[in-house]
Structure formats: C-alpha cells, structure tokens
C-alpha cells in the first residue's frame, strides 16, 4: 500500500497542477465508494442474522399445508375405495349369440319371400316358402303305393281265410276216410273169420278186402289234401308278411313325402331377427344352400376380463353395463357363468408354452353376463362393444 502510495506521489510530481487536482478528486472519490461498500456489507450481514427463517415466519401456513395433505391424501382413499376398489371393468367385451344360418332342406324355386332385411320375427313365422306342386305329387304317389300295400295285405287275409277252410274240409275229408278205413278193415277181418269156418262165401270176402285198399288209398288222398291245404295257407301267410312290409316301406314313403312337402316353407323355430337375406322370388334353391343368417332374441355379453381382475368375481355379481353405440342406455344385469380356462386354451391354435423361450403373458377369460332388460327401441346384436363394470367387493 505504502508503494502504491508513493508511486501515485511521484506521479503526482511529474503531473501538472491540473491533472493533479484531477487524480485526487479521483481518489477521493475511490475512498468514499469504498467506505460505503464496506458499512453495506456489514449491514447486510447483520440483516441476515436477524431474518428468522421460513418455517418460524410462517408456522400456521405450514400446518394448515399438511393438514390439507393429509386431507387430500384420506379423501383420494376413499374416491378409490368407494369408486374404485369395489370394482372390475374391461373394454374387451360384445354382445354374443348362437346365429346360425337358415338353409333349405330340399331344393326347387322360391315361390314367396315374406320377410325383408334385419326384420324382426316369431317363432313359426315363414321366411321363405318353395314351389311345393313337385313333393305334392311325390306325396300322392308314395300314398297311392301305401293304399296298394293295405290292399294287398287285405286280399291276403281273405286268402288266409280260404285257405282255412281248406284246410278245415280236408281234415274232415281225411277223419271221413279214416272212419271208412276201419269199418273196411273190421268188414275184411270178419268175412276172412267166415270163410276160414266155412259160413262165408270167398266172393264176400274178396269185395270186403277191395274196399279195404280204397279206403286205404282214399285216407291217403285225404292225407295229402290237408297237407296241401296247409302249405297253401302258409304260402298265403307269408304273401301277407310281405304285403305288411311293402305297406310299411309305402307309409315310410309317404311320411318322407309329407316332410319334404313341409320343408317347402321355411319357419322360424325361435323368436329374432333375420339379416343377410339372399333369398328372392324365382331363385333355384339346392338342398343345404343357405338363404339368411338369423340371430335369436336370446343374446348375452361375453366379457374377457384379465385372470387377475378374477380373484373376487363369482356368477351372480352384479354388472352396470354402457353400450358404446348407446351410452344412453344404462343396463344392469349379473354373471352367468365364467369360463372354466383361457380363451387361448380353446382355440384352434392354442399356445404351446413347453417349447420356446416362455414370456409371461397376462390371459384373460371369457366371462358370460346376461342383461336383465334389453331396451326396445334400439338394434342390438352379436359384435357390440360393450363396457361391463362387475360389483366384485362390497362398497362399505
């Protein structure tokens, strides 16, 4: 400092009057900026060391802080467990049903059409009704052929019935024979006894031994006529048998005659909707061709939840259900039945986790929920997405 000093003096020296009035009012200058910096700075410090800190300049707003905090913290817990915790939802679900396409049973052309497209329909209404002049014509013959049968059968009944008595005649005939053949027989002996004891004459004799043989040859002829009788009732018999099965084959016929004329006209078996129609007026139809796609009344939900959001779910729970195309329609309805493994498990190409590298994959498991009240005044069919929320833990 000491030389700063005296070189700021020697340069003062070599300056001029003026420029050394300069320099020191400079200086001077210099000092008192320097005298102020140096009593801000020691002010400033002695502000810091009685500025109290946060915490003590604002003690109720820090508690009034964490009590709202720990409000918040209580409130969100019971949003959660009151709108949160006591329930399972999942978007992955849609209206299901068992459609089915309706086909003709036998073929020929389309003689009526009274339905139209996604027409609603009952049980037994027609949907499509086939020429039937063909299986009417077909059903007469097969009972035409049914008649012959049962007439046939009736003639062998009457033959059956001759035959009888034929065989009753010639039985009589042969017991009439038999009679004969013994009074010949006793007639021969005693005329034999006569002329061995010399009361008879040998032309007696020989007349009663003639008539014997007849009498043995008529028994004979006799004989074969009950035979003969028997085997043609027989033969009548089984003319009959075969009369009964050609009857039966002839009503087999007709009642196939009767079914196919009934498969001319297409009936619903249950209540719903027909879609898909392909059928129209003059169209040839073969056995088995389809002409719509019909989907029952009976429809559900079929609901693929996550096996973790399973653990409290049980048939019978309650479900409030939002249909996307119809958010206004508020449905409630319950679990029917959950499906006893994966939806992978069942299908055509189910996972093989015994090969491969194995990364663990949440599954999910399809889950049946059936509606209470389906609305009325809206279309709702299989494939609707659908928002099931599952009641799975009580709400207390």
Same mark, same amino acid.
């Given at each position: ?5 005296? +070189? ?18 400079? #200086? ?34 820090? *508690? ?53 497209? +996604? ?21 007469? %013959? ?47 002996? /005693?005329?034999? %006894? ?9 032309? $007696? ?12 040859? +008529? ?34 016929? *007709? ?17 719903? /909707? ?45 479900? +409030? ?69 599952? $009641?799975?833990?009580? #709400?207390?």
């Amino acid at each position: 400092m000491s030389e700063d000093r005296i +070189n700021v003096a020697d340069d003062e020296r070599e300056q001029t009057p003026s420029q050394a009035e300069d320099a020191g009012k400079r #200086r001077e200058s210099d000092d008192n900026r320097g005298r102020k910096e140096e009593t801000g700075g020691n002010a400033g410090d002695a502000d810091q060391e009685k500025k109290p800190s946060f915490i003590r300049r604002h003690p109720f707003g820090l *508690v009034l802080a964490i009590i709202a905090i720990i409000a918040l913290i209580i409130i969100g817990y019971i949003v959660w467990l009151i709108y949160f915790h006591p329930y399972e939802s999942t978007d992955d679900a849609f209206v299901d049903a068992r459609s089915f396409s309706v086909a003709a049973k036998v073929s020929g052309y389309v003689a009526e059409v009274p339905v139209t497209d +996604n027409q609603h329909i009952k049980a037994g209404d027609v949907i499509l009704k086939i020429d039937p002049r063909d299986y009417q014509i077909a059903l007469d %013959q097969a009972q035409g052929q049914a008649q012959a049968a049962q007439a046939s059968i009736e003639n062998a009944d009457a033959q059956i019935a001759v035959a009888g008595a034929s065989v009753e005649q010639a039985r009589a005939q042969q017991n009439s024979a038999t009679a004969a053949l013994q009074y010949a027989q006793d007639e021969a002996d /005693r005329q034999q %006894q006569l002329v061995k004891s010399g009361a008879g004459s040998l032309q $007696t004799t020989q007349q009663a031994v003639s008539t014997l043989h007849q009498d043995q040859a +008529n028994l004979a002829q006799t004989q074969a006529s009950v035979t003969s009788a028997l085997k043609n009732e027989a033969a009548v018999k089984t003319q009959k048998s075969s009369a009964i099965a050609s009857l039966t084959q002839a009503q087999a016929q *007709v009642e196939e005659a009767q079914q196919n004329l009934k498969y001319t006209t297409i009936v619903a078996a249950q209540p719903g /909707r027909v879609v898909r129609l392909t059928g129209a007026k003059g169209q040839y139809l073969d056995a088995g061709q389809a002409i719509a796609m019909f989907v029952p009344d009976d429809v559900w939900i079929t609901a693929n939840f996550k096996e973790t959001q399973l653990t409290d779910m049980r048939p019978g729970q309650l479900v +409030n259900l939002t249909i996307d195309a119809y958010p206004d329609h508020k449905l409630t309805g319950k679990i029917d039945s959950i499906q006893p493994g994966s939806g992978t498990a069942f299908s055509l190409l189910p996972a093989e986790n015994a090969t491969g590298n194995y990364v663990k994959v949440t599954q999910r498991v399809p889950v049946k929920i059936v509606v209470d009240h389906w609305p009325s005044d809206v279309a709702i069919g299989p494939g609707m997405s659908v928002v099931p929320t599952v $009641t799975v833990r009580p #709400r207390n």
